[in-house]
């Protein structure tokens, strides 16, 4: 693992261990989901989301493990158990830390498979992109378990 991966890993699993945290938190199971007025997204949605997407595109389009995202359902599901949102940032941790420990610099410094975007990155810049969006929707989850 080089410096970069190991930063990288060190802050997913910084920032999911703070959102099994902020799960674990939520007064009660319902509060976990509701929303209200321009607040459309609930912290079980939200948590949902994150994982969904770490583990597609870290897990999945880097690490070839055999995850299938379902980006509707992380964003329409209601009424997850807390402790299976706890097992899916487990597991999206699992996914990340295992293909974070095999990325090369060369790999890193390659284009990602994907344009998600509608246009060409690094490798790098994707992962760095990642981490960030882990970090804003990790706000919001805070936020709306502070708000309730």
């Known amino acids: 693992m080089n410096d970069l991966t190991q930063s990288l890993a060190a802050i997913f699993e910084r920032d999911l261990t703070k959102l099994e945290e902020e799960i674990k938190l939520y007064q009660s199971e319902e509060s976990l989901w509701i929303v209200a007025g321009a607040i459309k997204n609930s912290g079980g949605n939200l948590s949902l989301h994150v994982c969904g997407g770490l583990r597609y595109f870290v897990g999945t389009v880097l690490g070839h493990t055999n ?5 509707d359902y992380e964003f329409s599901a209601r009424g997850v ?5 706890r097992a899916e940032i487990q597991a999206t941790k699992e996914d990340v830390k295992a293909t974070l420990n095999k990325l090369d610099v060369l790999t ?3 284009e990602y498979p994907l344009q998600v975007f509608g246009y060409a990155m690094t490798t790098t810049f994707f992962l760095i992109h990642l981490a960030s969006h882990l970090s804003y929707h990790l706000g919001q989850v805070n936020y709306h378990r502070r708000l309730l």
């Open 108 to 110: 890193l410094e390659k």
């Open 67 to 71: 995850y299938e995202r379902n980006r």
């Open 81 to 85: 158990l807390k402790k299976d949102l």
